[in-house]
């Protein structure tokens, strides 16, 4: 078995026993655990794959019929990313929420008025880089139902309703836990935020954009997020 695979087996070992996961009947993993043991069962040998990206991840117009999952990515300051992981862990671990395991990526930061990756205007900064955490939330579709010899059943739409109002409600409380700490971060546009108008005015360069906003064009997440002042 691969490195990676060898890897791979010891970080779900490990989410099971932090998290409580049940990966055959867990409402948000079923599925992903499924392809991961079988992904690890028939891959003696680690494979070289060719061709175009969207070809080979399971991008949303492939995945969207089985699963759901929702992303957020939210930006922080080199200097406090010890104590935004250390808050991620605890959080996750006292709210028992399973969770695909997060991704710390580096970015480097730009001068776009309104980048989530512009520094100009975050407290402690401008820096050279900002370091991006992202986060998914990730529920099947289907699932197997141990109360009836573990039948494959597909989740109503009501019950699909029910559990991304949960994600939502599990990572608002993520973000104001890091706002009630003063941590100081940006969050990408077109994933899960909680943005507000004070925020928009302290961390964005919004003096500068507000002239170019056609107010017709606005739709309800921009009226919800963006300053009144256009």
Avoid at 28 to 49: C, G, H, R, V, W
Avoid at 77 to 101: G, M, R, S
Avoid at 124 to 147: A, H, Q
């Amino acid at each position: 078995m691969p490195v990676s695979m060898l890897i791979f087996c010891g970080v779900q070992n490990q989410s099971l026993k932090e998290y409580r996961l049940d990966p055959y009947n867990g409402p948000y993993t079923a599925a992903a655990y499924d392809m991961m043991q079988s992904l690890i069962k028939n891959t003696p040998e680690a494979n070289t794959f060719y061709g175009p990206q969207r070809n080979m991840l399971p991008v949303d117009r492939f995945m969207n019929e089985n699963v759901f999952c929702a992303m957020a990515e939210w930006a922080f300051l080199p200097n406090d990313i010890a104590t935004v992981l250390e808050t991620y862990k605890e959080y996750f671990h006292y709210t028992a929420w399973p969770n695909l395991p997060i991704e710390v990526e580096y970015v480097k930061c730009d001068d776009n008025y309104m980048s989530p990756w512009n520094s100009n205007k975050m407290k402690g900064g401008p820096v050279e880089y900002l370091v991006k955490v992202n986060t998914m939330w990730f529920f099947s579709k289907t699932y197997r139902d141990l109360k009836d010899l573990g039948k494959s059943k597909t989740r109503s739409r009501k019950q699909q309703e029910i559990i991304r109002n949960q994600i939502e409600v599990h990572a608002e409380g993520l973000w104001n836990r890091l706002k009630e700490m003063n941590i100081c971060f940006k969050a990408h546009w077109g994933k899960i935020n909680f943005t507000t108008p004070e925020d928009v005015q302290q961390l964005y360069e919004w003096d500068m954009f507000k002239h170019y906003i056609q107010p017709q064009m606005m739709n309800d997440y921009f009226k919800q997020r963006l300053p009144k002042d256009l």
